[in-house]
């Protein structure tokens, strides 16, 4: 079975410095990995996906994610956090395959990222 | 293009009683999943539909149903309600199947008293 571990429950950056929220994963065959970013009261804004290709993904508002084949993860990074990027982020993985043309995205817990002015 | 949409925001219901949620997808999406996060379990998978079809299933208990209609717009229903569904429940499309992104609508808050 698929899984995702965030294993950092709240990470604390101070503003113009560099960020990371750590993901790994577990899943058979080839990963479909996805961060999305959730604001309080807001549902999940998708941030970047890596399906193939580059292990350097970029996607909105200047974050990127590193894929790792050999380690099995997937860290989202950011060259310098700003306040506003406060928020909470989950990792998932595409997974398990229904049988029926369908997948479902099995999630992390999430990360609650501070950034500190 | 409008984003996905979700009615009501919020929602206060007693114990014993049933709900119904609505999700409009994005114009041209045809899969609409439901997801329920709570703080303990946080997010999970409900339930996924595509033209009409229910495909895929999460493991909660048949007190969760839903449908979609023609237009791909879709509602999920919850009956005899129990304190433990007190929860934000996400409703997400992708415009084939879940293979391709999937974009969040913004939500409804349940509450069960």
């Known amino acids: 079975a698929q899984s995702v571990a965030q294993p950092e429950d709240q990470v604390n950056v101070a503003e113009g410095n560099p960020l990371t929220v750590k993901c790994t994963y577990s899943?058979?065959?080839?990963?479909?990995l996805f961060w999305y970013v959730q604001y309080p009261n807001r549902g999940l804004q998708f941030l970047l996906k890596?399906?193939?290709?580059?292990?350097l993904v970029k996607g909105s508002y200047g974050f990127e994610a590193e894929f790792n084949k050999s380690q099995t993860s997937f860290h989202l990074k950011k060259p310098s956090a700003l306040v506003s990027d406060s928020a909470l982020y989950f990792c998932?993985?595409?997974?398990?395959?229904?049988?029926?043309?369908?997948?479902?995205?099995?999630f992390g817990k999430g990360t609650k990222l501070s950034v500190i002015p | 293009k409008a984003g996905v949409t979700q009615t009501p925001r919020y929602l206060i219901k007693t114990r014993g009683q049933q709900v119904t949620l609505s999700c409009s997808p994005i114009?041209?999406?045809?899969?609409v999943s439901w997801y329920q996060q709570t703080p303990g379990q946080g997010l999970q998978f409900l339930f996924e539909?595509?033209?009409?079809?229910?495909?895929n299933k999460g493991n909660f208990p048949g007190r969760f149903s839903g449908r979609q209609f023609s237009n791909s717009r879709s509602e999920m229903n919850v009956s005899t309600l129990e304190l433990g569904d007190s929860a934000l429940y996400l409703c997400?499309?992708?415009?084939?199947?879940?293979?391709?992104?999937?974009?969040f609508g913004p939500g409804t808050r349940l509450t069960v008293l």
């Open positions: 997400a499309s992708s415009p084939l199947d879940l293979a391709d992104t999937q974009y």
């Open positions: 899943v058979s065959g080839n990963p479909y």
């Open positions: 890596y399906i193939t290709g580059d292990n």
């Open positions: 998932a993985v595409r997974g398990p395959y229904s049988g029926a043309g369908s997948y479902q995205l099995t």
């Open positions: 114009s041209g999406h045809r899969s």
């Open positions: 539909y595509f033209s009409e079809t229910q495909r």
